[in-house]
T-cell receptor
Framework: DAKTTQPNSMESNEEEPVHLPCNHSTISGTDYIHWYRQLPSQGPEYVIHGLTSNVNNRMASLAIAEDRKSSTLILHRATLRDAAVYYCILKGVSNFGNEKLTFGTGTRLTIIP | NAGVTQTPKFQVLKTGQSMTLQCAQDMNHEYMSWYRQDPGMGLRLIHYSVGAGITDQGEVPNGYNVSRSTTEDFPLRLLSAAPSQTSVYFC??????????????FGNGTRLTVT
């Protein structure tokens, strides 16, 4: 599986935008970029995914570089509830029987009130 | 919807004891899986199932058994617990929609300690 690199930790002030970077220089043409987050004492939850174009949903936006070797998860207005570990994951084409998601150690986001 | 429900939330076992971690989902998801999460590490896949009666191994299956008799339930069995199995266990499910991009839904985990 192609690997992703994320900073171990980041801090941001409440109510300000947050840009969480992810490098994936060995991404293949069919790999999707997925983001999950894990709030304290909870299981991971899906945030967003994309292939080539930027994506928006109610939780966040995903900006994908033109060469696809990096991406950025954008939280437009961070709240205390956004404090979590954020995982950037590459998900390649696979048959249904192998839906393995390889979770790295992610970025621990701290929100400062 | 309750989503993915795991029980118990906490469990302490002695070495050599057996137990079953329960996982149930009410979303009619065909795919279910078990992960373990150790401090400072990402989640690692233990076993998965693509439907009732079908299971397969993930990357760390040793010491664990699974079965899938219904769509809703996917229990994880530890036959003889070892201290190395101290971890937080997460169950996850997803729908089978022909696309590998439908999201995984996770339970809130079972924290297991083996002494």
């Amino acid at each position: 599986d192609a690997k992703t690199t994320q900073p171990n930790s980041m801090e941001s002030n409440e109510e300000e935008p947050v840009h969480l970077p992810c490098n994936h220089s060995t991404i293949s043409g069919t790999d999707y970029i997925h983001w999950y987050r894990q709030l304290p004492s909870q299981g991971p939850e899906y945030v967003i995914h994309g292939l080539t174009s930027n994506v928006n949903n109610r939780m966040a936006s995903l900006a994908i570089a033109e060469d696809r070797k990096s991406s950025t998860l954008i939280l437009h207005r961070a709240t205390l509830r956004d404090a979590a570990v954020y995982y950037c994951i590459l998900k390649g084409v696979s048959n249904f029987g192998n839906e393995k998601l390889t979770f790295g150690t992610g970025t621990r986001l701290t929100i400062i009130p | 919807n309750a989503g993915v429900t795991q029980t118990p939330k906490f469990q302490v076992l002695k070495t050599g004891q057996s137990m079953t971690l329960q996982c149930a989902q009410d979303m009619n998801h065909e795919y279910m899986s078990w992960y373990r999460q150790d401090p400072g590490m990402g989640l690692r896949l233990i076993h998965y199932s693509v439907g009732a009666g079908i299971t397969d191994q993930g990357e760390v299956p040793n010491g664990y058994n699974v079965s899938r008799s219904t769509t809703e339930d996917f229990p994880l069995r530890l036959l003889s617990a070892a201290p190395s199995q101290t971890s937080v266990y997460f169950c996850a499910s997803k729908r089978r929609d022909g696309a590998y991009n439908s999201p995984l839904h996770f339970g809130n985990g079972t924290r297991l300690t083996v002494t």
